[in-house]
Every structure is written in structure tokens, then in C-alpha cells.
């Protein structure tokens, strides 16, 4: 069983960044492919990045690629998203999620624990 918080969502301005975390409990978390997906207010979860276990691969929607980093410390058993040049359209709640497997995957059924959402609120 993996345990999954998020943190560092918030409201900030077009244009400008924020860092969210996403802390695993467990032993195991260098053997989790991890990603962060989002959901807006009258949307269906989406997916927004992903990361193999090593964090030698990485996956980006074409809507944040250039725009989101996603990278992870395994020592830390901590996940990241970099977001710069956030855009009133990335509002929307951000979840962390867990697979119980190394093999990445850009879809939200593949993904076996999640955690439980942080806000993230751009402003024009």
C-alpha cells in the first residue's frame, strides 16, 4: 500500500510558477512509476506528466510540454512538478498517482494510488 501527499498548490498570477510535491510513504517507491494528472470544474481527470522509476523518462501532455517539469529524488521518496508560465486554463485540482509497477503510463486507469489533490488557482 503506497500513501501518497501532495503539497504547494496555491494561487498565483498568468505567467507566473509553482512547485508541487508529492510525498510516498513505503519502502518501495523507487519501484513506482509515478505522474501527476489534473482535474478542472466540469472536466474529466487529464493527464499531465509522468516519470520512470529511475527518472531517466519523462512524459509531458502537449498542452504543458515546454511549460512542466516532472522529476523525483527516490532518497526523498518525493515526486515534483515544476510548473512555469502557468496559464488561467491550468487551473485545476493536481493529483499525484502511484503505479504498482515501473512501466509508465499516460492514462488514469493505469494508475493504482492517488493522493488527494491540491488546488492549483491561476489568475489573469
Known amino acids: 500500500q503506497v500513501q501518497l501527499v501532495e503539497s504547494g498548490g496555491g494561487l498565483v498570477q498568468a505567467g507566473g510558477s509553482l512547485r508541487l510535491s508529492c510525498v510516498a510513504s513505503?519502502?518501495?517507491?523507487?519501484?513506482?512509476?509515478m505522474g501527476w494528472f489534473r482535474q478542472a470544474p466540469g472536466k474529466e481527470r487529464e493527464f499531465v506528466a509522468a516519470?520512470?522509476?529511475?527518472?531517466?523518462?519523462?512524459y509531458y501532455a502537449d498542452s504543458v510540454k515546454g511549460r512542466f517539469t516532472i522529476s523525483r529524488d527516490n532518497a526523498k521518496n518525493t515526486v515534483y512538478l515544476q510548473m512555469n508560465s502557468l496559464k488561467p486554463e491550468d487551473t485545476a485540482v493536481y493529483y499525484c498517482a502511484a503505479r504498482d509497477t515501473i512501466v509508465v503510463v499516460t492514462f488514469s486507469r493505469g494508475y493504482d494510488y492517488w493522493g488527494q489533490g491540491t488546488q492549483v488557482t491561476v489568475s489573469s
Open positions: 516519470i520512470s522509476w529511475s527518472g531517466g523518462s519523462t
Open positions: 513505503g519502502r518501495t517507491f523507487s519501484r513506482h512509476a
